[in-house]
């Protein structure tokens, strides 16, 4: 595992490189990154101690690399490494940021107003939040990430399908709820206490990686931290660069990726994207003789039986049109997806013609 911080124009991946994120990634070639997770400085602005109702210190942040003496300053240095970070990314790339309501709103302008096109943002609700031991607001009980491509014409990769089959086969929705890292997941350094204040659960970013990007792609993380996008990434067959002010974050994170055992090539396949399958007409599934013509198709409740034709139309009760014209007429609609709304019968059953096209891809050799 690579550690190190160099001049010149950095090259390759699976690394760690240990240095300022900004300096750092003005050494990374243009265009060369696929998707960027940043887990920037909050800006807390605690003043003071935190204590429990028991008069317990808590253990949270008040590190220097989270301090910042106005908000100018923050938003200097978030357009900094935001306006780096565009320029690394490939054109069709994506970005995912994550904070909280100290600075997630600052992020977002600042990210609109360098050309990056927002896709989404999703709210992390966590299982089990930290208390508000003080008691005068609202148990802070979420984060808020930005999910955001190059630009407006970025075409960014969503695997859509996956997401959906991760949640029972229904649409991931923008509300995630998972626990925050903690048990063993945590990692800890010679004292026992917590390496860093603000690891981030290895689920929420299994979710991120999985959803937006392909294996092999390069996945950066320019607040690197004890490695927790570089754990995932490995694991799920990406390629990655993370990018560490604090020598002993980065000598951390690089212990626990090594520790990380990838997945084979067959167990990261995401499920395939229907949009993306090679395009086949209704005609052609009548031209390679999986449907004839003078068969009946049906809508699901057979309710309706249309014929169909040579020419890869459908006729019934005197009208005749395209699997979906027909299928928006007969019910009264502007519109229809008529690979769903046909069916046809095999062995006593109905199954919609969308099953027929993979056969004719099959048959075409696609």
């Not at 550690?3 to 090259?11: D, F, M, N, S």
Request: charged share 25%; glycine share 8%.
């Amino acid at each position: 595992m690579e550690l190190r911080a160099q001049t010149g124009v950095e090259t390759g991946t699976n690394k760690v490189i240990v240095g300022e994120c900004v300096a750092e990634l003005e050494r990374l070639a243009s265009d060369s990154v696929d998707l960027i997770f940043a887990d920037p400085p909050y800006n807390l602005q605690l003043d003071g101690e935190l204590l429990r109702p028991n008069n317990t210190r808590v253990d949270g942040v008040d590190h220097d690399w989270d301090r910042f003496s106005s908000f100018a300053e923050y938003d200097k240095f978030t357009r900094a490494w935001l306006s780096a970070c565009r320029r690394v990314l490939k054109p069709d790339g994506s970005i995912w940021l994550i904070g909280s309501y100290h600075n997630i709103f600052r992020l977002g302008v600042a990210l609109q107003d360098l050309g990056y096109w927002v896709l989404n943002d999703v709210v992390w609700r966590k299982t089990n939040p930290m208390p508000n031991f003080r008691g005068r607001r609202f148990t802070n009980a979420h984060e808020t990430l930005i999910w955001a491509s190059k630009s407006q014409a970025s075409k960014y990769t969503f695997n859509y399908d996956s997401m959906k089959a991760l949640n029972d086969d229904l649409q991931m929705r923008s509300d995630w709820l998972l626990p925050i890292c903690s048990g063993p997941e945590r990692l800890k350094n010679e004292d026992g206490r917590k390496a860093h204040p603000t690891q981030k659960p290895e689920a929420l970013l299994h979710r991120i990686v999985l959803a937006s990007s392909k294996p092999g792609d390069v996945v950066l993380d320019p607040f690197f931290g004890t490695g927790t996008t570089g754990a995932v990434a490995r694991r799920l067959g990406r390629r990655w660069i993370g990018i560490e002010l604090d020598p002993r974050y980065a000598a951390a994170a690089s212990r626990r990726i090594e520790r990380v055992r990838p997945l084979p090539p067959t167990a990261i396949e995401t499920a395939p994207s229907k949009r993306a399958a090679p395009r086949v007409p209704f005609g052609t599934i009548i031209e390679l003789g999986i449907l004839e013509p003078g068969e009946a198709l049906y809508d699901s409740r057979q309710r309706v039986k249309a014929e169909v034709r040579a020419d890869g139309t459908l006729a019934y009760n005197g009208e005749q049109g395209s699997i979906h014209k027909l299928g928006a007429h007969v019910q009264g609609r502007a519109a229809c997806n008529g690979w769903t709304y046909w069916h046809f019968k095999t062995d006593g059953e109905l199954k919609p013609i969308d099953t027929l096209r993979q056969e004719a891809r099959r048959q075409l050799g696609l």
